[in-house]
């Protein structure tokens, strides 16, 4: 009953900038926690960037100065600013919506390739 769609993913060169977008829609109460995910061929799914309704922010270690996570709780979108790509950002993002700790939906991902 919830669809969350990313958008925004592209090839981009090193240095590059890029903003995903994603948008939860279909019967929602309210949403805890949005966050966004990164999984590359052959290695596991980690966490980049999660915001909870409040604002909180996290980061993974490997992004924290050059992405930027934001949410507008109204619209139940959330974004995610990437400054500063390198290759290694390489992946399919993912979008995650948590109603709570144990009832959460993904997006379909959304590719990202940075390369020169």
């Known amino acids: 009953q919830v669809q969350v769609v990313e958008s925004g993913g592209g090839l981009v060169q090193p240095g590059g900038s890029l903003r995903l977008s994603c948008a939860a829609s279909g019967r929602i109460f309210s949403i805890d926690t949005m966050a966004w995910y990164r999984q590359a061929p052959g290695k596991q799914r980690e966490l980049v960037a999660a915001?909870?309704?409040?604002?909180?922010?996290n980061y993974a270690d490997s992004v924290k100065g050059r992405f930027t996570i934001s949410r507008d709780n109204a619209k139940n979108t959330v974004s995610l600013q990437m400054n500063s790509l390198k290759p290694e950002d390489t992946a399919v993002y993912y979008c995650r919506t948590d109603f709570t700790k144990y009832l959460g939906y993904w997006g379909q991902g959304t590719q990202v390739t940075v390369s020169s």
């Open positions: 915001i909870t309704s409040g604002g909180n922010t």
